[in-house]
């Protein structure tokens, strides 16, 4: 079969790559438009992203500086995984295999995927400039799916072409593959879950009636509970696909960093500043159990590996 010869294109995924990043660059200039609202497109988004915080006070909300910051290293960071993706087009094995049929780790669902994520978003910016802030939400939560969907697949054909990776010596690569694609979809996604968090306290707080401090609490705990169950599944369950996670806490401590910056009132602190400032600590103490378990599990790795090669040159001796 044609597809079966790894000498040759798979147009499909060719033509994949292109798409994502042509829609990406369309993504990232609607977010452009969506930010510095000029009045040629005030039409498309009347209110610019960041305002509708002003309107709809969260009392949880980080600091302005938190959301560009994070959004520029979003943005940058998938623009990179993308160009990587883009010039593995071009690349071949000294027998002539092509690199990104050979090393399937971008399957073809991770790009479709991605794909149905930045078009969410274009989506979601229309809905929330116009402050349909119901519809945003339901929006925002499809927007989060497909982005783990994208790394569900990522990490199981990268578990299973990563020695043959090894194999080829193709170490940089599977550095690159772990810091570009793994970090940066991870990072994409541990944000918009935040951002999901605060959509909905804003729905229930103006669309539903409950007190904003209420519905500012309730993410919290939410929050807090994604943070544990995260934890226990990265470095328990599945730890030997998402071992080499490290940014989703970086994001979630710098946001909650940048909320009690913006909001911690310290000559009369509220329940969610105490209750954020908690939530703070324990997930950078969460952060530091992920990097000790990290160290922990690497050296129990290397002893084993010498222990296996002292085992084998003994035999070796004996025979």
């Not at 520029?72 to 998938?78: D, L």
């Not at 990490?155 to 970090?183: A, G, S, T, W």
């Not at 306290?201 to 929050?223: M, P, R």
């Amino acid at each position: 079969m044609y597809f079966a010869d790894k000498t040759k294109h798979n147009w499909f995924i060719v033509a994949l790559i292109l798409s994502n990043i042509l829609i990406y660059v369309t993504m990232l200039g609607f977010n452009i438009l969506a930010s510095f609202p000029i009045n040629s497109t005030t039409k498309l988004f009347p209110t610019d992203v960041g305002g509708i915080s002003n309107d709809y006070y969260i009392e949880v909300t980080p600091a302005s500086w938190v959301f560009s910051t994070v959004w520029t290293i979003i943005f940058v960071w998938n623009a990179l995984w993308l160009i990587y993706a883009f010039i593995n087009i071009f690349r071949r094995l000294k027998d002539n295999t092509l690199f990104y049929r050979k090393f399937d780790f971008l399957n073809f669902g991770v790009f479709i995927a991605f794909i149905v994520n930045n078009l969410s978003i274009i989506a979601w910016l229309f809905l929330w400039s116009n402050k349909f802030i119901g519809w945003a939400l339901l929006l925002i939560v499809f927007c989060v799916i497909p982005l783990n969907v994208a790394l569900f697949i990522f990490y199981r054909k990268l578990d299973e072409c990563k020695e043959d990776l090894k194999e080829h010596k193709m170490i940089v690569d599977l550095v690159f593959i772990r810091i570009l694609p793994q970090n940066g979809l991870a990072t994409f996604a541990t944000w918009l879950t935040l951002a999901t968090n605060l959509n909905f306290a804003t729905f229930l707080a103006y669309e539903c009636g409950a007190e904003q401090d209420a519905a500012s609490t309730v993410i919290l705990f939410i929050i807090l509970t994604i943070a544990v169950v995260y934890f226990v599944i990265e470095n328990f369950i599945w730890q030997r696909y998402l071992l080499y996670n490290f940014s989703p806490w970086f994001v979630i401590n710098f946001a909650l960093l940048g909320s009690v910056i913006k909001n911690y009132d310290a000559s009369n602190p509220s329940r969610n500043n105490i209750i954020t400032i908690i939530l703070l600590i324990i997930t950078f103490l969460l952060a530091i159990g992920k990097i000790v378990l990290f160290i922990l599990y690497k050296t129990a790795c290397r002893r084993f590996a010498n222990k296996k090669v002292f085992h084998i040159n003994q035999t070796e001796d004996i025979s």
